[in-house]
Every structure is written in structure tokens, then in C-alpha cells.
DNA sequence: GTCGAAACTTACTTATAAGTAAGTAACATT
DNA sequence: AATGTTACTTACTTATAAGTAAGTTTCGAC
């Protein structure tokens, strides 16, 4: 059981670092296989088809997030510390491997991924989309965060962002995301001028 | 002449199609040939390899969209109205087939592309680039534009939104992309409230 | 009317992806 | 000590992608 959970748990890993890095048409079993040093059937055996591997990558990643979530409301959770730890990790994930997005990848291959696999994207978007807007919602009434017009609307703007500078990055430099998610925190935390003078 | 043109016109038609759809290794090159009535092997006549069908279709992008912006300079110019042109472009673009932005495609497959569609995809990222940077530099010297810090760092919001955005509208459909970009808008037109009272 | 080049088609080859069926080693249970 | 289950491996099959070599048609120039 533990030598069980270790393999799949490995795969796992591999195949989510891969997904983010080429895309799902853009690795095969071997790339998994062959560097953990087992046989191909193995990778079958714990995920019969790359459906189902790509499903649990998806669902694997949403039970981190929620527990990373869930962790940090226990610890009073004040928005924009929320807010920070959410960019941190998002940032950290973005320059170490160049990865994409879960949610790039996901929406990039949408139309060539198996049907199953958008149903499991479109849970974790609808999940990362309300937590934002909740953040969003309470940081304001906490006086900690600030923007005009819809909660809604700030979390689509910072999603995209997001997603689209971190992509960029890859072709353009890591700095092009270090600049957007700075722009970001500036927008969000200096109150507007009206307060001044 | 004219027949040879027709057909290489319509596989990169064809082709820069798939590709905003489904992504560099998403399609075959039967994919292009069976739609059009002709053989495979007619594809690798025109591009012996994918990786020239790929540069293809990138260069031909960056050549439409250089005329494009040649020929707003032509009329006058107002930076408002070329970078109204652009969004208008590229709204419609997405809406009509929910391709990804060309630019969000290099970045997604950025590494699983060869090496020469990479380049490609680099020249068209500093145009676009430079493009935006100068659009927004005019319109804030003519008063039609308005934001805050360097220019570079807006047109990286922008970008970054622009992509992100059009991604995330094929998963949560298009009025996100239509949030995005007329936020974008209401963010560029409308004057800071110092000016207002 | 023939020659040659352009624009294909026919008919392959080679590699790889995804998946399966059958067998085996280890270990846990009764 | 036999039995079964888990976690694999070996050895395939099938499909498809990418690319190539050689032949064919068309059509304009000479």
C-alpha cells in the first residue's frame, strides 16, 4: 500500500509537471515511464487511459488548492494575506519549472481534450474563480484591498492576468510576470487618491 | 500561378485555423488535407515539414497584422481609434471560432514547438509589443488614453489580459472575454476622478 | 509538337502513441 | 501451505503522425 500510493503518487507528479510544461497532446506515457524507471503498462495499470490520468491530475490539484484554502482560514485570514499567499505560490510554481496555468492548460487544450477532463477543469474553475471573489468581497469590507465596480469583474481581470502574463513569461521572461503580478498588488493595495492630500 | 497560390492559401487558411484551435500537436496534416479535398502528401509539397507550416503561419500573421497597422497609420492615426481597431479584431476573432490568441498558442506549446516557430513566435511577440507601447505613448501625449507608470508596464497588463482572457472564454464562455476587454477600455477612456468635482 | 517545370497523386516507410492480454513476483490472510 | 490480491512486466496490437520517393497531369514557352 505504501509502495502502492508511492508509484501512482510519483506519476502523478511527473505527469502534472509535464502537462504543465507541454501541454496534454504534448507528452506520452513513455515520458513518464521512462524516467521513474518502470514500464509503460505500469503507468495503464494506475491509470488505465490518459483520460483518466489527466482527470486525477486536475482533481488531484483541486484538493491541494482547497486545502491550502481551507488551511489558511484557520489562521484568522485576513484577505490580503490570503491574497498573498495565493500570488507567492502562484509565482514560486511559475519560475521554477516555466510552467503554465493549470487553468492556461486546460482552456489551451480545451477543444482536444477528452470531455471528462473539461468537466474536471470547469469544477476547478468555477472553484478558484468563487475564492478569488470571496477574497476580493471580504478585503474590501476589511478596508485591506481596493478597486471599483464588481468583485466579479476585478476577478476576471486578475485571472487573466494572471494566466496570460504567466504564459507570456515563458516566451518573454520571467520578469514580464514579476511585473504583472506587481502591477497587480499596487492596484489592489495603494488606496485611490481621493484619500490624499 | 493563380491555382498555386488558391491551394497553399487555403492549407494555411486551413491550417492557422486548427492551430488556434487545438494547438500545434493537436492536429495532422490530414486534418488540413481531407477537409480540402487533397492528398496529404499535397500539404508537404507547400511545407515539406510541420515545423514550415508552423513559421508559415506564424509569418503570414505577423505580415497581416503589420499591413493592418501600416494602413491605420495612413488614416490619421488617432491612438484611440488604431487600438479600438485592434480590440474590435481581435473580440471578433475569438468570438467567431473560440481560437486562442496566436501569441497564446507559442506560449502554451512554447516547448514543445521547434525551435524555428519559436523564433518566428518571437519577432511577433516584440512587434505586437512595440506596437502596444507606442499606441499607448501617442494616445497618453494626445490625451485620449489614460493610466498610470510606464508605458511598458500597461502594455503588459494588457497583453497579459488580452491572452489570458480569450483562453479562459472558451471554458467560461465569451462574455468573460467581453468583461475583460471593456473593462480594459473603461480603465484607458475614463479620466481619473482628480479631474472630476 | 515537345520540353520542362509546377502542382500535384500514389504508394510507401518509420516511428511513436495508446491501449490490452496474459503472465509473474511479493506479500498478506486464513 | 494454499489462496488471492496488489502491483507490476512482457509482449503484443492498432492507429495515426510525419515524411519520402517516384510517377502523373497540366500548361505555357519555345
Redesign the interface.
Same mark, same amino acid.
Given at each position: 500500500m505504501n509502495n502502492r500510493t508511492d508509484t501512482r503518487e510519483r506519476i502523478l507528479d511527473s505527469a502534472e509537471q509535464l502537462l504543465a @510544461?507541454?501541454?496534454y497532446?504534448?507528452f506520452s506515457y513513455q515520458d513518464i515511464s521512462r524516467p521513474l524507471g518502470i514500464k509503460n503498462a505500469a503507468v495503464h495499470y494506475h491509470f488505465p487511459t490518459k483520460a483518466d490520468l489527466g482527470v486525477a491530475i486536475v482533481r488531484r490539484y483541486r484538493d491541494m488548492l482547497k486545502a491550502a484554502s481551507d488551511g489558511f482560514m484557520k489562521f484568522g485570514g485576513s484577505a490580503r494575506l490570503h491574497l498573498e499567499a495565493y500570488l507567492d505560490f502562484f509565482m514560486k510554481e511559475a519560475c521554477e519549472n516555466?510552467t503554465?496555468c493549470p487553468?492556461?492548460?486546460? @482552456? %489551451?487544450?480545451? !477543444?482536444?481534450i477528452p470531455e471528462s477532463m473539461?468537466e474536471e477543469? +470547469?469544477k476547478l *474553475?468555477q472553484e478558484v !474563480?468563487a475564492m478569488l471573489i470571496r477574497v476580493l468581497e471580504v478585503g474590501r469590507e476589511q478596508g485591506e484591498l481596493h478597486f471599483e465596480?464588481e468583485p466579479? @469583474?476585478k476577478a476576471?481581470?486578475m485571472?487573466?492576468?494572471?494566466?496570460? %502574463?504567466r504564459?507570456?513569461a515563458?516566451?518573454?521572461g520571467s520578469d514580464?510576470l514579476a511585473? %504583472?503580478i506587481e *502591477?497587480l498588488r499596487?492596484e489592489l493595495y495603494v488606496e485611490? +487618491?481621493?484619500a490624499a492630500a
Open positions: @510544461t507541454r501541454g497532446h504534448g516555466q503554465m487553468m492556461g492548460v486546460l @482552456t %489551451a487544450d480545451y !477543444f482536444s473539461r477543469g +470547469s *474553475e !474563480f465596480g466579479r @469583474t476576471v481581470m485571472m487573466s492576468v494572471l494566466q496570460g %502574463a504564459q507570456l515563458r516566451m518573454m514580464v511585473t %504583472a *502591477e499596487r485611490p +487618491s481621493t
